[in-house]
Structure formats: C-alpha cells, structure tokens
C-alpha cells in the first residue's frame, strides 16, 4: 500500500511562514514526481507546486510563485514545501500527491496517490 502522511499545518498570521512536510512510505518510488495542491472552502482543488522524480525541475501554480518553495529530502521520500509570506488568501487545506512516474505535472488527474491534507489557517 501506498501512504502519504502530511503535517506541518496550522495558525499563522499574515506574513508568516509555515513549513509543510510530507512523508511517503509504502509502494512510492523515489522516482516519482512528487507535488502539493489546496483545497480553500467552496474552492476546486487546486495545484500549488511539484518536484520532478528525475530532476530538479519544478513548477508552480502563480498563487504560489515568488512565496513557496518545494523540495525532497535526500531520501527523496520526503516532500516539503516552504510557505512564506503567507496571505489569507492561502488559507486552505493543503494536500501531498503522488504521481506513478518521475515527470513534474500540475493536473490533478496525473497524481495517483494523495494524503489526507493538513489545515493551513492564515489570519489577517
């Protein structure tokens, strides 16, 4: 079985900065493209940012661009993203994903593994 497990989220003020953390255990190749996507109330899902599985090429949603940075622990089992800046706007509840292949997409229909998010809260 394949497991992602989110954490890092919680209450910041605007202008802060939180540090999410994603682990991967299971059936995830360290191969695999790895990215996060949020989820805000009444919003679709969106992409936010993701990480090749083969290189460093990364991509970001412009919500995120100039704010946030994603990056894999040596192990390249573990995904991060840095969020700085932080907005109110960013207020969601953010989601790890996986693809079952190294190349970096942004649709949500080319991630087959997802976790259970963790709450992101930014205060005015």
């Known amino acids: 079985q394949v497991h992602l497990t989110e954490s890092g989220g919680g209450l910041v003020q605007a202008g802060g900065s939180l540090r999410l953390s994603c682990e991967t255990s299971?059936?995830?190749?360290?191969?695999?493209?790895l990215g996060w996507f949020r989820q805000a109330p009444g919003e679709d899902r969106e992409f936010v940012a993701v990480?090749?599985?083969?290189?460093?090429?990364?991509y970001y949603g412009d919500s995120a661009k100039g704010r946030f940075t994603i990056s894999r622990d040596n192990s390249r089992r573990t995904v991060h993203l840095q969020m700085d800046n932080l907005k109110p706007e960013d207020t969601a509840i953010y989601y790890c994903?996986?693809?079952?292949?190294?190349?970096?997409?942004?649709?949500?229909?080319?991630?087959?593994?997802w976790g259970q998010g963790t709450q992101v809260t930014v205060s005015s």
């Open positions: 990480v090749s599985g083969s290189d460093t090429t990364t």
């Open positions: 299971g059936r995830v190749w360290d191969t695999y493209a």
């Open positions: 994903a996986a693809r079952d292949g190294p190349v970096a997409r942004t649709e949500k229909s080319q991630f087959k593994y």
